[in-house]
């Protein structure tokens, strides 16, 4: 069996086209939807991920302010920039690309941004929105994902899903995103015993661990839907995923390559949640 790709370039292509027709008509009214950004210390993949978010700012009408500051930023000057871009009428989003330098306790930054600002996602008044069925903003990966789903027809209800990895800004809401649409849901993480049995009778992986090849075509089940969360280098520094895409591929029915798969529906739903932010805010 040879895989269908699951093309989120050109499925981002689609939902950007209406980001655009919305950052116009808010921009229209005088209320143009504003992002900011906020990178602290040199991570150079943090570098580029924040990059590409401010560009697709840019491409889409979107205002965008880009704060970048060295590692050394105290937690107390930060809190202060974020208290000033809550404020701030031109700004609708707030996103802090993490992970933060060891100094800086992540929790207290997330926590002050205001949740209606908090377009990652990641406040507690918005976990707990998501966990109980009413959220404000879903968590840009996750969210991306889910739109995949939707768009090749992933039937959900009902299916076994597994969800390899549980950190707070995928594994976990994706979880919960899966629950809502009637999957039955395993995590799965490095502390799990038998992860191949578990990926093995799923209908639906999503791998999210941040290790090379950790899923292999001997632990698909044919024709399941694979999601490539993983963002990895390769020896020769080539961008590549958690999945052997080579193997899993003759095996699974969809697919999401990397690069080309879940990277941009990430930064197309965060283009999504800002715009949500400035309608709400606007009207
Ligand atoms: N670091 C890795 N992914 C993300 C994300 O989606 N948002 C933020 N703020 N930081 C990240």
Do not use: W
């Amino acid at each position: 069996m040879t895989a269908k790709l699951i093309d989120g370039l050109a499925l981002s292509k689609t939902l950007r086209a209406d980001v655009a027709a919305r950052a116009a008509a808010l921009t229209a009214r005088g209320h143009q939807p504003g992002l900011a950004v906020v990178l602290v210390g040199d991570n150079p993949a943090s570098e580029v991920y924040v990059r590409n978010k401010v560009k697709a700012c840019e491409d889409n009408g979107l205002y965008s302010s880009y704060d970048r500051y060295p590692a050394t930023l105290s937690e107390a000057d930060l809190l202060a920039r974020i208290d000033a871009l809550n404020r701030d009428s031109r700004i609708h989003g707030i996103l802090v690309q993490l992970p933060l330098p060891a100094h800086i306790d992540s929790h207290k930054v997330i926590e002050a941004i205001a949740p209606e600002k908090d377009v990652d996602g990641f406040h507690v008044a918005n976990a707990g929105a998501l966990m109980t069925g009413k959220p404000l903003f879903r968590p840009c990966t996750p969210y991306g994902v889910m739109k995949m789903f939707e768009a090749y027809g992933i039937e959900l209800q009902g299916a076994n899903a597994v969800v390899i990895g549980r950190s707070n800004i995928v594994g976990k809401p994706m979880a919960m995103m899966l629950i809502d649409a009637g999957a039955t849901v395993t995590v799965c993480h490095s502390k799990t015993r038998d992860l191949a049995a578990h990926a093995r009778a799923a209908d639906i992986v999503v791998a999210a661990t941040g290790r090379r090849n950790l899923l292999t075509a001997d632990m698909v089940k044919p024709g399941a839907t694979v999601i490539d969360v993983g963002m990895n280098r390769d020896e020769a520094g080539k961008l590549c995923g958690d999945v052997d895409f080579a193997g899993v591929s003759t095996v699974a029915g969809h697919i999401t390559p990397v690069p080309g798969g879940v990277g941009p529906m990430t930064i197309t739903m965060l283009l999504v949640n800002t715009i949500e932010a400035a309608e709400r805010a606007a009207n």
